[in-house]
């Protein structure tokens, strides 16, 4: 089936680093959403984003959706261990269906 | 706080037993779905239901079947259960509309022995 892969599949980061997480897809994508996962939990809806080019923040969350939408990105400025948890985005991809990608697993260090 | 409920939270079970995942919302959703995640790894959707009577497959072949008979209740049942069937039972539900965001249950971790 589609699939929406996302890089890095890990990360590492020192609190107080910046992260960032893409989000890829070889069909153009009509909205894309972010979720978070924290260890043990389930995803919970972080935003949506259907613009193309469109910039969204939420705090130290910044989320971008690419001119052509078939990417996007989700970048953290100075990750504090609250950040900790596996980012996923996720797309309709113009069906019922709600599909997500592969997720990039954030650890942060104190 | 989401409405939706999955039950039971944990589950250990033989080989060859049947069971059935519970999943219920009240929040008048017409879109359901079940996915499976390894722990860490990503989320398989395996099968969704856009109203009442209408289930399809998703895009992970899966033994298991389901049925939407109420809007409120969307259970997964496996016939007979096996080792390989060892995982995280997520299910969501959401609103008609493209843009609707997904509300996740808690999950159902079930082992096979």
């Known amino acids: 089936g589609q699939q929406v892969m996302q890089i890095p599949q890990y990360q590492h980061v020192q609190e107080g680093e910046d992260f960032t997480t893409y989000c890829n897809s070889s069909?153009?994508?009509?909205?894309i959403q972010w979720y978070k996962q924290r260890p043990g939990g389930h995803p919970v809806f972080l935003i949506q984003?259907?613009?193309?080019?469109e910039v969204k923040k939420q705090k130290r969350l910044t989320f971008q959706f690419g001119e052509a939408k078939k990417n996007s990105s989700l970048h953290i400025t100075a990750t504090q261990t609250t950040d900790v948890g596996t980012y996923f985005c996720a797309s309709n991809l113009g069906t019922d269906k709600l599909i997500f990608g592969t997720g990039t697993r954030l650890q942060v260090f104190p | 706080e989401a409405d939706i409920y999955q039950t039971p939270r944990y589950l250990v079970i033989g080989t060859g037993k049947k069971i059935t995942l519970e999943c219920s919302q009240t929040m008048g959703h017409d879109k359901m779905y079940w996915y499976q995640q390894d722990p860490g790894m990503e989320l398989h959707l395996i099968h969704y239901?856009?109203?009442?009577?209408?289930?399809e497959k998703g895009d992970l072949s899966s033994e298991s079947t389901v049925s939407r008979i109420r809007t409120e209740h969307f259970p997964l049942t496996l016939e007979s259960a096996r080792p390989s069937h060892t995982s995280q039972y997520l299910c969501?539900?959401?609103?008609?509309?493209?843009?609707?965001?997904?509300?996740f249950g808690q999950g159902t971790r079930l082992t096979v022995v």
């Open positions: 969501a539900s959401r609103n008609s509309g493209t843009g609707a965001e997904a509300f």
């Open positions: 069909t153009t994508l009509s909205n």
């Open positions: 239901s856009y109203g009442v009577n209408s289930t």
């Open positions: 984003l259907v613009k193309s080019g």
